[in-house]
């Protein structure tokens, strides 16, 4: 599935559900939006619950796990999951919207592709340093862009080698 694929069953979620706030996803709506079977609606499931016996499984687990597994651009795949968090549209997320981002990302993508979940510790710092190093691009309100978080990210050694970890092909950071 691509970046596009992924973007583009995301729009249909919101078109066929409107304005229902879809914090969890019930097997109807993921079979209804993904076109799943009722077994692979059953295997989904299970594979983003988090416990066992669970019904419905975390939207932004599932959005942001399919983004970063899909093909396509990795600045793509991060501005996705990053608006995904932008209700208001204005291009900008809060330090809890992104420590949120990134631990659903994580749990997500996780999740898909059978690895540990990354620390809570560690996430909590990667958004400390992309708060602390980037001081000078934060709105008043302390809130960061999406693209100066895009771009901190794909900068990041940490981010970096867990999206290597994830298959993806990572260009050198120009250091000049």
């Given at each position: 599935?691509?970046?596009?694929?992924?973007?583009?069953?995301?729009?249909?979620?919101?078109?066929?559900?409107?304005?229902?706030?879809?914090?969890?996803?019930?097997?109807?709506?993921?079979?209804?939006?993904?076109?799943?079977?009722?077994?692979?609606?059953?295997?989904?499931?299970?594979?983003?619950?988090?416990?066992?016996?669970?019904?419905?499984?975390?939207?932004?687990?599932?959005?942001?796990?399919?983004?970063?597994?899909s093909?396509?651009?990795?600045?793509?795949?991060?501005?996705?999951?990053?608006?995904?968090?932008?209700?208001?549209?204005?291009?900008?997320l809060?330090?809890?919207?992104?420590?949120?981002?990134?631990?659903?990302?994580?749990?997500?993508?996780?999740?898909?592709?059978?690895?540990?979940?990354?620390?809570?510790?560690?996430?909590?710092?990667?958004?400390?340093?992309?708060?602390?190093?980037?001081?000078?691009?934060?709105?008043?309100?302390?809130?960061i862009?999406?693209?100066?978080?895009?771009?901190?990210?794909?900068?990041?050694?940490?981010?970096?080698?867990?999206?290597?970890?994830?298959?993806?092909?990572?260009?050198?950071?120009?250091?000049?």
């Amino acid at each position: 599935m691509t970046i596009l694929e992924v973007r583009t069953k995301a729009m249909l979620m919101s078109k066929l559900f409107g304005k229902k706030n879809l914090y969890f996803f019930e097997n109807q709506e993921l079979a209804e939006v993904m076109g799943m079977s009722g077994e692979d609606v059953y295997l989904c499931v299970n594979l983003f619950a988090k416990n066992a016996g669970m019904t419905k499984i975390s939207s932004l687990d599932f959005w942001c796990g399919l983004a970063l597994a899909s093909s396509g651009a990795n600045d793509d795949k991060l501005t996705f999951c990053a608006k995904i968090l932008d209700t208001n549209s204005d291009d900008l997320l809060s330090y809890n919207e992104v420590l949120v981002l990134v631990l659903c990302a994580t749990r997500g993508i996780a999740c898909l592709k059978g690895l540990e979940f990354v620390p809570e510790e560690t996430l909590d710092k990667v958004v400390m340093d992309a708060f602390s190093t980037n001081q000078k691009n934060l709105k008043d309100n302390g809130d960061i862009p999406v693209h100066i978080l895009v771009n901190f990210l794909l900068s990041q050694e940490l981010c970096r080698a867990y999206l290597v970890a994830l298959g993806a092909k990572i260009p050198p950071v120009d250091t000049a």
